[in-house]
């Protein structure tokens, strides 16, 4: 493959309205190279978003979650974790009183049909969308990862936040390239997790009487949209290669409730038509995530 050549640009942003948008054609803005699965630093690597569709009444979840934590761990800056927490299992009662279902997670649930599948399971880059290997058991989740973050990206995605520790408020500005010619429609989703929230979990291998756990730590836990669960269109007819735009989300309120400091921001590019006829409908070409502060 030939290498990717990487100019500096000078990109000004002036936050005057809450959202924002500037894109440039055919421009090269400094994004750093990352070289996800060899050393050669010239070439951009697929990530793969890996979904978590989960509930804390869900008693078989917790190996769900730990094959997550293994996959961050094993191929640490390959792929993107979100656990979704939606669907009946993630339905609050007096033991379970935490509520960790959100709007975006609803939908996303509502339309890719996880927890009617049955909990747990997951997507892959959301690929195959419309087949029945689309919801994917968390026991194949490695091996649909592997192949992937072999793949060259066909985008690449820089995310820069600021936080505002007094008023909680984010302001973030997401970059992206792509980095070949890409037809089709694509939009962007950004979106807000937290680490290490301490909460009830049901879980079925422990012994009857004591199966549920009052302090399990929750992570990669979807806590809302930046923009919207489906996204803001970045490229509507196609980009060609060093095509470049930067979507900008200013004032965003965190919750005071939320730990900003174990909050991340994640930024995804999917396929956009959604047309009966397009086999990569949803599917998701490039993820990245970065620390709220």
Same mark, same amino acid.
């Given at each position: 493959?030939?290498?990717?050549?990487?100019?500096?640009?000078?990109?000004?942003?002036?936050?005057?309205?809450?959202?924002?948008?500037?894109?440039?054609?055919?421009?090269?803005?400094?994004?750093?190279p990352v070289a996800t699965t060899t050393g050669n630093s010239s070439i951009i690597y697929r990530k793969v978003l890996v979904e978590d569709?989960?509930?804390?009444?869900?008693?078989?979840?917790?190996?769900?979650?730990?094959?997550?934590?293994?996959?961050? #761990?094993?191929?640490?800056?390959?792929?993107?974790? =979100?656990?979704?927490? +939606?669907?009946?299992? !993630?339905?609050?009662? /007096?033991?379970?009183?935490?509520?960790?279902?959100?709007?975006?997670?609803?939908?996303?649930?509502?339309?890719?049909?996880?927890?009617?599948?049955?909990?747990?399971?997951?997507?892959?880059?959301?690929?195959?969308?419309?087949?029945?290997?689309?919801?994917?058991a968390y026991t194949s989740w490695e091996g649909y990862v592997v192949p992937m973050i072999t793949e060259t990206a066909k985008f690449q995605?820089?995310?820069?936040?600021?936080?505002?520790?007094?008023?909680?408020?984010?302001?973030?500005?997401?970059?992206?390239?792509?980095?070949?010619?890409?037809?089709?429609?694509?939009?962007?989703?950004?979106?807000?997790?937290?680490?290490?929230?301490?909460?009830?979990?049901?879980?079925?291998?422990?012994?009857?009487?004591?199966? #549920?756990?009052?302090?399990?730590?929750?992570?990669? =836990?979807?806590?809302? +949209?930046?923009?919207? !669960?489906?996204?803001? /269109?970045?490229?509507?007819?196609?980009?060609?290669?060093?095509?470049?735009?930067?979507?900008?989300?200013?004032?965003?309120?965190?919750?005071?409730?939320?730990?900003?400091?174990?909050?991340?921001?994640?930024?995804?590019?999917?396929?956009?038509?959604?047309?009966?006829?397009?086999?990569?409908?949803?599917?998701?070409?490039?993820?990245?995530?970065?620390?709220?502060?």
């Amino acid at each position: 493959m030939k290498k990717i050549i990487l100019n500096s640009i000078a990109i000004i942003l002036a936050a005057i309205t809450v959202f924002s948008c500037d894109f440039v054609q055919n421009a090269n803005p400094v994004l750093e190279p990352v070289a996800t699965t060899t050393g050669n630093s010239s070439i951009i690597y697929r990530k793969v978003l890996v979904e978590d569709y989960t509930g804390h009444k869900c008693g078989y979840c917790p190996p769900a979650a730990d094959t997550l934590k293994y996959l961050e #761990t094993k191929y640490h800056g390959k792929i993107v974790p =979100l656990a979704v927490h +939606a669907g009946f299992y !993630a339905n609050i009662n /007096a033991t379970y009183p935490t509520d960790f279902r959100t709007t975006v997670g609803t939908d996303y649930d509502t339309q890719f049909g996880n927890s009617a599948s049955g909990n747990p399971n997951g997507l892959i880059n959301r690929v195959g969308y419309g087949t029945g290997s689309f919801i994917k058991a968390y026991t194949s989740w490695e091996g649909y990862v592997v192949p992937m973050i072999t793949e060259t990206a066909k985008f690449q995605i820089k995310i820069s936040n600021t936080f505002n520790t007094t008023t909680n408020s984010l302001n973030t500005d997401i970059t992206v390239k792509s980095l070949a010619v890409n037809s089709g429609t694509y939009k962007l989703v950004v979106l807000l997790t937290q680490d290490s929230i301490i909460a009830e979990q049901l879980d079925y291998s422990l012994p009857v009487g004591s199966q #549920t756990i009052t302090n399990y730590e929750f992570n990669h =836990l979807l806590r809302g +949209a930046i923009n919207s !669960a489906w996204g803001d /269109a970045v490229f509507t007819s196609g980009a060609g290669i060093n095509d470049s735009i930067v979507k900008s989300y200013a004032n965003f309120t965190v919750n005071p409730a939320y730990n900003a400091s174990k909050c991340h921001v994640i930024a995804y590019i999917y396929d956009a038509d959604l047309s009966g006829s397009n086999p990569t409908a949803y599917e998701v070409l490039q993820a990245e995530e970065a620390k709220v502060k």
